[in-house]
């Protein structure tokens, strides 16, 4: 009576584990400089064994971008509440991205290289995710202070995602906590000033 169960676990660990290895080596070499073959090897499977869990390449990809995007848009709403002062619940909108940016480097590489490799309906999917995303933070800096424009606070929002989301191309043996502070000081500071930045530290 167990064995399907048992199965069916065994099944979605390997296929995490295929998405865990593709998210490394995509980063790393790049989409197209990676097979069937060593994404199977990573895992200790045959290339042909991924096919069992993923129709090819193109749609491991998919996976992973289309499934941070999902992942952030429902993490972010779940930091917003409308109880708490807005810059507190910006603070923890930062807090939450620098999680995602210290924990997901390889996903912001494979991004930033990759994106163009989805096939269209899959680009447009993740487009839509990630304005959705923005959308929160605009509602929240609009809170925050209304007196900008949704075009200035959308730009203010683009540019902290630009800071937050430098993890990649910082030193790798920089300690995480000291990282951390550096990031959320400065995203503070540059959305609440620097006021609030020494009223609540």
Known sequence: ?????QRSRRKAERRQQLLAAAARLFADRGF????????????GISGPA??????????ILAELLEGVSRRMLAGGRAEIRPDLPAPVVLRRLIAFHTD??????????????????L????????????RAYVEL?????RRADPRPS?????????AIFGLLNSTPHLAPNA?????????ENMAISALLGPADLISSS
């Open 1 to 5: 009576m167990n064995e399907p169960t």
């Open 32 to 43: 197209r400089a990676v097979s069937i073959e060593d994404l199977g090897a990573t895992v």
């Open 50 to 59: 991924v096919y069992r869990h993923f129709p090819g390449k193109e749609a």
């Open 100 to 117: 995602f940016a210290l924990e997901d480097a390889d996903l912001i590489r494979l991004y930033d290289r990759d994106f163009d490799s």
């Open 119 to 130: 096939l269209p309906a899959e680009a447009r999917t993740v487009r839509q995710l990630q």
């Open 137 to 141: 933070w605009v509602e929240v800096l």
């Open 150 to 158: 949704v075009h200035v606070a959308r730009i203010k929002a683009h």
């Open 175 to 183: 300690p995480a906590d000291v990282t951390r502070h550096i990031l």
